[in-house]
């Protein structure tokens, strides 16, 4: 999820809208999905689907206004971050998850916040990491490989 090289992407105000309505769906598609589950697994026997359909219902939008919380603000400091440095690198994003953390669990103190800080900068860290170990890995495979040419015998008599 690096962004430190798309320059593709809108202007930050788009983007940050952008990345919160992705952050709500995948929230709410995902919720859904857990929700749906757990709400037929601890239904009474025959009443799964409605088990279902309700669980999903109460819990599902919940999950996506907090993965739209948290999507949202990190592309807010995102943006921040390539405004103050003019850079986009990997170090946007390792700091933007630790603001993110720590905002987030700033009602919980100031322990709190900077233990919650810390977890998101490093969270971050290990995708920012992941993410540049695989495109490296992955960079051979679409360099232009110039083709063999067969070798032709010289004309006889030479």
Known sequence: MT?????SRDPCPYVIFSDLGASFAMGAIGGGIWYGIK??????????LQGAVTSLKARSPVLGG????WGGLFSTFDCAMKGIRQ??????????GFLTGGVLAARGGPKVALSSAAFGGIFLAVIEGLSIVVSRAFADQNRP???QL???APPAGH
């Open 39 to 48: 709400g037929a697994k601890n239904s009474p026997r025959g009443e799964g």
């Open 66 to 69: 907090n993965f739209a919380v």
């Open 150 to 152: 067969p070798e032709v």
């Open 87 to 96: 850079k986009e690198d990997p170090w946007n994003s390792i700091a933007s």
């Open 3 to 7: 962004r430190a090289s798309d320059h």
């Open 145 to 147: 490989v110039m083709p």
